[in-house]
Structure formats: C-alpha cells, structure tokens
C-alpha cells in the first residue's frame, strides 16, 4: 500500500511570500498529481508529474524519482491561492492514492 | 471549455435505500473515476473505469457499489443499500488517457440519515 505523506499540514503565510509544500510517497509510482480544493470543495487538477518540473504561471512543481518526494511552490503568493493542496500518486494509472492536503491560507 | 457536471448536487437519503450518483464526463475523454471525501477527511479512491469496464478498485468499493456508462456519456455510481458511513462527499473525474491530468466534477453531497 503506498502510504502518501504531506506537510506542513497547515501554512499561513503573508501575501507576497513563496510557499513550498512537500509530498512523500512509500513506494514506487508512474504518476504524482497536485490538486488544489477550494473551500467551497471543487478540485482542480494543478499538475500531473512523472519526472522533472514543470511550472504553470506562479505554480512550480517538481519531482525526485529516487527520494520519492514532490514539492509544489508558490511564488508571489496571494490570498487567492488559499485553499487545500493535495498530493496524490498512482503507480499504475488506475488506482490513486491521496495526501491529507495542506491547508493554505495567505493573509493580505 | 468543457467541464464536468454531476447530479444531484445534494443528496439526502435514508438509511438502506438505493442512490444513483450521475456524472457527464467531457465528451473526448475515456478514463473515468470515482473518488469520495468523508468531511474533514482526506480524499479516497473508490473506482478506475475504461472501455466499459472497472480498471481498478479500492478496498471501499464493495459488493454495495457499482458504476456503469449505459448511454456513452452519463457515467453513475450506484449505491444498493446506503449506509451512515456512505455520507461523504463523491466527486467523478474523467482524463482523456491514463495516467494524465484528470478534470474533476463539482462533487454530489450525500447525506445517510
């Protein structure tokens, strides 16, 4: 079973500030995801990594195959950035797992 | 830009009776999902379904549940038999190939009372 591992599991932060998220996973995945759920309970899919980095406006996300760790990074935050940040893996494309989430709140 | 919807948006039902949880995944894609979140829980996985049938499912997704695309488009989670624990919120997702970004509904609350 792939246990997956976020933290902080909360982050407040000043508007402006870069905030990094952490993600670790047990075992061996094809795929990591990063969701974002606002309060009102909608998810949107952030990023999709198999390997490397990818960045989408502020948003960075990157992946280290070998330790089994993501991050994602905001950079310039802003309050409307605040919201629940989930990591979740799959290691066959079919079955995902899910991270806790980090809860996010940037203060103006 | 296309998007997924789900119906109802709110269900309330009793104790032991049947739910039918309705999605319309975007039009091009083929993988479909079902996934619930318990309140103030983390999000879990329930089922994986392509080419019509189950790809994959979780250790929830027992005998009570079943998911079925019967007209190409509508894609439903059934629950026989609900029960307290089944309150949660259930969210459908859909991706246009495997192991790719997954777009997510709004989400249908059930409540088992």
């Known amino acids: 079973k792939n246990e997956v591992e976020q933290s902080p599991q909360n982050l407040t932060a000043q508007e402006g500030e870069f905030i990094t998220i952490n993600c670790s996973y047990s075992v061996g995945i094809s795929a990591l995801h990063w969701l974002q759920q606002h309060p009102g309970g909608g998810i949107v899919s952030l990023f999709m990594?198999?390997?490397g980095k990818k960045k989408h406006g502020r948003l960075i996300a990157t992946i280290n195959i070998q330790e089994k760790h993501s991050s994602l990074h905001i950079t310039a935050s802003h309050p409307r950035d605040s919201a629940v940040y989930i990591c979740?893996?799959?290691?066959?494309?079919?079955?995902?797992?899910f991270g806790t989430g980090t809860s996010l709140t940037v203060i103006p | 830009e296309p998007e997924v919807t789900q119906t109802p948006s709110h269900q309330v039902t009793q104790m032991g009776q049947e739910v039918i949880l309705r999605c319309v995944p975007i039009?091009?894609?083929?993988?479909f999902y079902w996934y619930r979140q318990i309140l103030g829980q983390k999000v879990e996985f329930l089922v994986s379904f392509y080419n019509n049938e189950i790809s994959e499912k979780s250790e929830i997704f027992d005998d009570q549940f079943s998911v079925e695309r019967p007209d190409g488009s509508n894609f439903t989670l059934k629950i026989r038999s609900t029960k307290l624990e089944d309150s949660a919120m259930y969210f459908c997702a859909g991706s246009g190939q495997g192991n790719t970004e997954q777009y997510f509904g709004p989400g249908t609350r059930l409540t088992v009372t």
């Open positions: 979740a893996v799959s290691f066959n494309g079919n079955q995902f797992y």
């Open positions: 990594l198999s390997s």
């Open positions: 039009s091009n894609h083929l993988y």
